[in-house]
């Protein structure tokens, strides 16, 4: 567990990674350096990959109104202290992509169907074709925002019954197009994000590719 491994172009320094949890640390006044000193502490506790808590990839999957976004390159470039203050402690940081889907406690939140979460008092749109392929493009300028602030990667955050899992099972999922059904149009959406992503060498699967990059 400890001794270093090669991902990528990368070299960890072991197989510890600290899971995302979200502090809320950058609502409060000082927010940055709230962060630095947060991350930079798990650093010198030696993960060799720390993941931030979710960032939506734009305004309609955020988790509240007070939610942090990476959908502005000039906003995402302040986090590159806190990256920079990782990396000095010899440590890679992952920056989470997270789309709340119908658990965003916001109005105008979407899903894939419009069934409300029992945890969420809005109802969400249900999402058109192109409102999937244009949220698939933002998860893709995320990404290449992370990267160009400094993290060494994103995690896109599939699980927990936000957005991406919404499309994958029937239960959230009663769309009957291309993006529901069965199992492969169900993972169509995940699938096009992963390819669409900076540094994916593959194209969408979709039909109506998202716009390349
Ligand atoms: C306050 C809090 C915020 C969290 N934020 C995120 C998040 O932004 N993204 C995520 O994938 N998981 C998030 N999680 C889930 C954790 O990563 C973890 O999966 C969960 O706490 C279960 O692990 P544990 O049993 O070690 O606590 C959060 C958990 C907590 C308690």
């Known amino acids: 567990m ?4 090669r991902a990528g172009q990368h070299t960890l320094r072991n197989r510890v990674i600290m899971g995302s ?16 000193a947060f991350y930079s502490e798990r650093a010198r506790g030696e993960a060799a990959i720390l993941v931030t808590g979710g960032f ?44 709340a889907g119908r658990y965003a406690k916001i109005e105008g939140c979407v899903a894939p ?16 074709e192109a409102d999937i392929l ?11 925002n992370a990267l160009a602030a400094g993290f060494d990667g994103v995690e896109i955050m599939g699980s927990e019954g936000y957005l991406i899992n919404e499309f994958t099972v029937t239960h959230t999922n009663k769309r009957q197009d291309d993006w529901g059904g069965s199992a492969a149009n169900r993972h169509r959406f995940p699938v096009d994000i992963v ?19």
């Open 195 to 213: 390819r669409a992503v900076p540094g994916a060498r593959r194209q969408p699967t979709s039909k109506r590719r998202c716009r390349s990059r």
């Open 21 to 36: 949890m979200h502090t809320r640390l950058e609502t409060e006044p000082d927010g940055i350096a709230k962060q630095i």
């Open 134 to 144: 244009r949220t698939i493009e933002d998860f893709a300028v995320a990404a290449a």
């Open 56 to 99: 939506s990839p734009n305004a309609e999957g955020i988790f509240d109104p007070e939610g942090p976004r990476i959908d502005d390159p000039e906003e995402a470039l302040d986090l590159r202290p806190i990256c920079e203050a990782v990396q000095a402690e010899g440590s890679l940081i992952c920056a989470q992509l997270l789309h």
């Open 2 to 5: 400890l001794s270093p491994i």
């Open 113 to 128: 169907s419009p069934i409300r979460a029992p945890i969420n008092r809005f109802i969400p749109r249900e999402m058109t």
